[in-house]
């Protein structure tokens, strides 16, 4: 898990992250997953600035995202509550698909970490963005979206994750169990 208190320093903090732990049936949280990110989001009190919350819209997502906010406010879980905001960006398809129905095949039939491993090598160019095109509309949709001053949350999957963070190189996770992206795990920033 990415330590949310600790942060760069800046007017604009911007922390993005995957989900809280899932669970592999139904793609809910697991009760694990639902404290986590309620800590997570508690560590956010410690810096009394401003945030602003951005998901994926998958369920797993902006369950983790309503969480972070509900202990960012400290009001109770209420999903719906309308403080999130959702962005195809983040996920559905994510901002590293560059043709949702070819990515989609990928993903019926290959893990995301080994699509990634595969996408660093160059390959799936017809189905993914390169990491220019990457790195170009994630410093935009950052841009647009980042609360000034504050910290802005963006909750992702692990492949939009991976690539942005790939992108930007900020981070370059690999393809193996121990070093793919953990849950709740990413990276932190400052415009």
């Keep these: 898990m990415l330590d949310a208190a600790v942060l760069p320093a800046g007017e604009r903090v911007l922390v993005f992250i995957r989900h809280a732990e899932k669970d592999p049936v139904s793609f809910g949280l697991t009760a694990a997953g639902l404290e986590e990110a309620a800590l997570f989001g508690r560590q956010f009190l410690e810096h009394g600035r401003p945030v602003r919350i951005f998901s994926s819209p998958e369920e797993r997502c902006f369950e983790t995202a309503e969480l972070i906010f ?8 209420n999903q719906g509550s309308g403080g999130v905001t959702l962005s195809h960006v983040l996920g559905k398809p994510g901002i590293q698909v560059k043709n949702d129905t070819a ?5 019926d039939t290959m893990r995301c970490r080994d ?12 189905a993914m963005r390169n990491p220019d095109e990457i790195r170009s509309l994630i410093r935009s949709f950052f841009l647009d979206t980042a ?10 999957q692990s492949g939009t994750v991976a690539c942005t963070g790939y992108a930007l190189g900020l981070k370059d996770y ?7 992206v953990n849950f709740l795990d990413g990276y932190t920033l400052s415009l």
Excluded at 103 to 107: F, I, Q, S, V
Excluded at 115 to 126: C, L, M, Q, S
């Design 174 to 180: 690999m393809a193996d169990d121990e070093s793919w």
């Design 147 to 156: 609360a000034s001053p504050g910290i802005t949350v963006y909750v992702s």
């Design 103 to 107: 990515y989609r095949m990928l993903t």
């Design 70 to 77: 509900a202990a960012v406010n400290g009001t109770p879980f």
């Design 115 to 126: 699509i990634f491993r595969e996408w660093k090598a160059g390959h799936f160019v017809d």
